[in-house]
């Protein structure tokens, strides 16, 4: 390797190098300084080149602009840049999504690339770690792409060799402190690359309103089910896209007090709204905490219990008992019970879990309700008998099924130890910081999502006292307009004792 030096510099002690932890020194050759000039010359016009071939539509902008500048003269051009400026204000007043996705977006991430990223890059990997030395080299991570939206900058990363994206979420916190970000999380996108994805503001910030979500026709047709149980929209998600919930099992939604445990609840019962007024689902719905939170509901359930633990346990039973039968109806005929008005879909919901399996002072019914609740979550899926359970403290002596719901979502919670316990393993390392969500921001969980390794950051629908009103005045079953919704004692007479 030789080293150009001149002058007095050309000393031994400044041909030294370090290679592999050994010192070497290495010839020192004298050049004239017109040969630097040369060789800077042509380096600037090489780095150039290089930085034009980087971005080819930035440089053929400005290629063209230079030469319709040449070639049209100062006054014409300026009058062609006033043009070129009006039509594209009509543009954003006209249609402003498509101007943000094809004008506004392109021009900030190559902004945002070069001014917050590529300037600080290959310092923040050096200082985070994430460049490897090898030898007497320093490999760097390559940043190939940035792309930017309202509130996120995607920028693709190619790791090193022997780097794995783990290594990147250990050091997420720093990476977004350094590029000045709300937060980061790493994706994998496929062998090798990654994304970071960083939060410069968030999109969940506002309160996300019943109306936003509004699809369902009115007819409420009664020939067949009328919401998709496979995309009950509940909210949106931190990249603006609909948060919508499977509902084929069970449920479970843990977070702490004020959490906004409530807003999952309404926003399910909403999104199912039609097909509770046709009678193709019927929630049986289980209020431990003396009804503040459901009773306002009670045209819309079926079954509604909230007065004693006596009717709870019975009313999970009825449920097992139900599950039960259909499963031997469906024994041999089909693998999965299709919920008509006949045989609804029905849906436990269960406010506060930890009232019903540790809480309840009568040994003996806590005893009927977990041996209800365990034959329910083990096999209700299939006889369409499905059960959502809202949770605040999610250890396993509190809620010893917590593993028998296969989907679940976390909100809020006060320990870091919580959210791995309600998403499982390493998903907190993945980035659901549940508890560090902004007490401020009720309704804002994370979610797991089949197929995709990193949880997912929602925000559930508000509705207010009068958005319920309005929604159980829309939404009470066609059949039972007359009917209020049955405790236990109803169904057999006999009194029973209050909580
Ligand atoms: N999705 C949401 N968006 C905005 N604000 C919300 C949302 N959900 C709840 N809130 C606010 O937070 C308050 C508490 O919500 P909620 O009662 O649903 O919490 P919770 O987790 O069920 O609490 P608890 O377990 O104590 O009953 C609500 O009164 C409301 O003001």
Same mark, same amino acid.
């Not at 905490?289 to 509604?304: A, D």
């Not at 002072?361 to 006889?383: E, H, N, T, V, Y």
């Given at each position: 390797m030789f080293r150009t030096v001149h002058g007095d510099a050309s000393s031994a002690d400044k041909a030294t190098r370090k290679v592999g932890g050994v010192y070497v020194r290495e010839p020192v050759f004298e050049v004239p300084v017109w040969w630097l000039a040369i060789r800077r010359f042509f380096g600037f016009f090489g780095l150039a080149g290089r930085k034009a071939a980087k971005h080819p539509v930035?440089?053929?902008?400005?290629?063209?602009?230079?030469w319709l500048r040449i070639a049209l003269g100062s006054s014409a051009f300026g009058w062609l840049l006033v043009g070129v400026l009006l039509t594209l204000s009509a543009w954003a007043v006209l249609h402003w999504a498509s101007f943000e996705r094809?004008?506004?977006?392109?021009?900030?991430?190559?902004?945002?690339?070069?001014? =917050?990223?590529?300037?600080?890059?290959?310092?923040?990997?050096?200082?985070? !770690?994430?460049?490897?030395?090898?030898?007497?080299l320093e490999y760097v991570p390559s940043l190939r792409q940035v792309r930017s939206t309202r509130f996120v900058d995607r920028v693709i990363v190619d790791m090193v060799s022997g780097q794995i994206p783990e290594q990147w979420e250990n050091q997420a916190p720093a990476l977004a402190h350094t590029f000045g970000a709300l937060s980061c999380r790493v994706r994998t996108v496929k062998p090798r690359r990654i994304a970071l994805e960083f939060m410069h503001a968030d999109p969940l910030a506002a309160t996300v309103k019943p109306g936003q979500l509004d699809t369902d026709d009115e007819s409420h047709s009664v020939d067949r089910m009328p919401v998709n149980l496979a995309a009950l929209p509940l909210g949106v998600c931190a990249d603006g896209q609909p948060w919508t919930l499977r509902l084929t099992t069970h449920v479970l939604i843990a977070g702490a007090s004020e959490a906004g445990k409530g807003s999952v609840v309404w926003a399910l019962l909403r999104a199912l709204g039609p097909a509770i007024r046709?009678?193709?689902?019927?929630?049986?719905?289980?209020?431990?905490?003396?009804?503040?939170?459901?009773?306002?509901? *009670?045209?819309?359930?079926?079954?509604?219990e909230a007065d004693s633990y006596e009717g709870m346990a019975r009313m999970l039973e009825d449920a097992a008992d139900l599950m039960d039968r259909r499963?031997?109806?469906?024994? !041999?005929?089909?693998?999965?019970?299709?919920?008509?008005?006949?045989?609804?879909?029905?849906?436990?919901? =269960?406010? *506060?879990?930890?009232?019903l399996t540790s809480y309840c002072?009568?040994?003996?019914?806590?005893?009927?309700?977990?041996?209800?609740?365990?034959?329910?979550?083990?096999?209700?899926?299939?006889?369409?008998?499905?059960?959502?359970a809202a949770?605040?403290?999610?250890?396993?002596?509190?809620?010893?099924?917590?593993?028998?719901?296969?989907?679940?979502?976390?909100?809020?919670?006060?320990?870091?130890?919580?959210?791995?316990?309600?998403?499982?393993? !390493?998903?907190?390392?993945?980035?659901a910081t549940c508890d560090l969500i902004d007490p401020e921001l009720a309704g804002v969980g994370f979610v797991t999502v089949a197929g995709v390794r990193e949880p997912v950051r929602v925000r559930a629908t508000y509705h207010s006292d009068s958005d319920i009103a309005a929604m159980v005045e829309r939404f009470k079953p066609l059949i039972h307009d007359a009917i209020p919704a049955q405790r236990s004692h109803d169904l057999d007479g006999k009194e029973v004792d209050k909580l």
């Open positions: 930035l440089s053929s902008l400005i290629a063209l602009a230079a094809m004008v506004r977006f392109p021009v900030v991430s190559a902004w945002r690339r070069w001014f =917050v990223y590529e300037r600080r890059w290959h310092a923040t990997m050096a200082v985070c !770690g994430l460049a490897v030395l090898y030898g007497d046709t009678g193709y689902v019927a929630p049986w719905v289980l209020d431990p905490k003396g009804g503040m939170e459901l009773s306002f509901g *009670e045209p819309l359930f079926q079954r509604f499963t031997r109806l469906l024994r !041999g005929v089909a693998r999965q019970h299709i919920p008509t008005p006949d045989e609804p879909l029905v849906l436990v919901v =269960v406010d *506060e879990m930890a009232d002072p009568d040994r003996a019914i806590r005893q009927r309700i977990a041996s209800a609740l365990s034959r329910l979550l083990s096999k209700g899926r299939a006889a369409a008998v499905h059960v959502v949770l605040q403290d999610p250890r396993k002596d509190v809620l010893p099924f917590r593993d028998l719901f296969p989907v679940r979502i976390c909100l809020r919670v006060t320990e870091a130890s919580h959210v791995d316990m309600v998403l499982g393993d !390493g998903a907190r390392d993945r980035g």
